[in-house]
């Protein structure tokens, strides 16, 4: 067995917000990806010898909605990111091997679908800040009786 060397998850996880920007690890900077994910219509299904199902097709459409989808677009992974649909679906069902479930969870790894591979390539999705604005709660004025109840009585503890 090896020792010593850099191993693939070795060391601490990249920061966005570290203090220290000097590193040359550091340098290649990050990918922010919209919020809204990909906004074009999804490419054609790209395995041709293979007619995607009606639900393979949905789930197809789906994904390419993704912030992801920004980044297989550029890469042009279109067969891998058919195959994880294909083998997405077949996950799905009740009686789906382990082996098939493994195969899912590591292909989300590969198309940087879990926030551990995002991470680890440096990659961050941008913040909604108009759907957070939206979701807060709108703050309400307190209600008053009337106008005398604005005023608070203060007592005064120098008064014996």
Do not use: C, H
């Not at 041709?48 to 677009?73: G, T």
């Amino acid at each position: 067995m090896t020792s010593g060397g850099a191993r693939a998850r070795s060391g601490p996880m990249p920061d966005p917000n570290a203090l220290r920007r000097d590193r040359k690890s550091d340098k290649d900077g990050w990918t922010t990806l919209p919020a809204a994910g990909r906004s074009e219509p999804a490419p054609p299904w790209p395995l041709v010898d293979d007619e995607p199902s009606a639900r393979e097709l949905a789930v197809w459409e789906s994904f390419w909605r993704k912030p992801q989808a920004v980044i297989w677009e550029r890469d042009q992974i279109l067969e891998p990111v058919a195959m994880f649909v294909r083998q997405y679906i077949e996950g799905m069902d009740r009686k789906a091997s382990a082996e098939n479930r493994k195969t899912v969870r590591m292909m989300f790894s590969d198309l940087y679908l879990t926030s551990d591979s995002m991470t680890r390539a440096r990659i961050r999705i941008a913040p909604d800040e108009l759907r957070e604005k939206r979701d807060q709660p709108a703050k309400e004025a307190p209600k008053r009786s009337s106008s005398r109840s604005r005023f608070e009585v203060v007592k005064d503890d120098d008064a014996g």
